[in-house]
């Protein structure tokens, strides 16, 4: 069976300062792990996707995440936070599950940049 | 551009009144989705379509029904919307049902039943 946890609900920096967003997974597969974005009202974006290729993806507005299979884990990261970061973040684990294709997602963390 | 479209943006309809939400996609996608998001919590898949396959996951009540006619549209309806029923619903589409294939999401409507 499939999971995924993303360890903190809310993520409090500075702005400038850096973001680290925290997922773990579970997949008895290979998977294929997303990170998204949302803003107030909107729908959801992609920022970035790891699918077996190079471990470290490098996303859009300056994110990048890592895969580590040792860890079980895919955080994300940006070096500096800008207030248009403020938003909520969902990590999503997409595998094979009894011969069909589950996409699963965290709960989600919320962002939010302090001037 | 390219992208997924979502009217009405705010849907407000009558505890028990039906009600179909609408979805449009110009990215020639072979699969949408149809997810319910609720305040502060992740989106929950409805159900989704792999061309015109319907598959629906098991814990969705009958009450919501889909309806896929061509490979551009999809519509949700909600027979008899009960107050619990209040809430975001996204659609997505992807190119395919593998798992490497990342989702494109409208911009979502947000539904208020009184």
């Known amino acids: 069976a499939q999971s995924v946890t993303q360890l903190d609900s809310h993520v409090s920096v500075s702005e400038g300062t850096p973001v680290l967003l925290r997922c773990n997974y579970s997949?008895?597969?290979?998977?294929?792990l997303f990170w998204y974005v949302q803003h107030p009202n909107k729908g959801l974006q992609l920022l970035l996707k790891y699918t077996s290729a190079a471990t470290l993806v490098k996303g859009i507005n300056g994110f990048e995440a890592e895969f580590k299979k040792s860890e079980t884990s895919f955080h994300l990261t940006k070096p500096s936070a800008h207030m248009s970061d403020a938003a909520e973040y969902f990590c999503?684990?997409?595998?094979?599950?009894?011969?069909?294709?589950?996409?699963?997602f965290g709960s989600g963390t919320r962002l939010s940049i302090r001037p | 551009d390219a992208m997924v479209i979502q009217n009405p943006r705010y849907q407000v309809t009558q505890f028990g009144k039906p009600v179909t939400l609408s979805c449009s996609q110009t990215?020639?996608?072979?699969?949408m989705y149809w997810y319910q998001q609720k305040s502060s919590q992740a989106p929950k898949l409805l159900f989704h379509y792999y061309d015109k396959d319907f598959n629906n996951e098991a814990d969705t009540p009958d009450n919501f029904q889909s309806r896929r006619p061509n490979t551009s549209f999809c519509f949700l309806d909600i027979r008899s919307p009960g107050l619990g029923d209040a809430a975001m619903y996204l659609c997505?589409?992807?190119?395919?049902?593998?798992?490497?294939?990342?989702?494109?999401f409208g911009p979502g409507t947000r539904l208020t039943v009184t």
């Open positions: 999503v684990v997409s595998g094979m599950d009894s011969s069909a294709s589950k996409i699963i």
């Open positions: 997505a589409t992807s190119r395919g049902a593998g798992t490497t294939y990342e989702q494109y």
């Open positions: 997949s008895s597969y290979s998977p294929s």
């Open positions: 990215l020639n996608h072979n699969v």
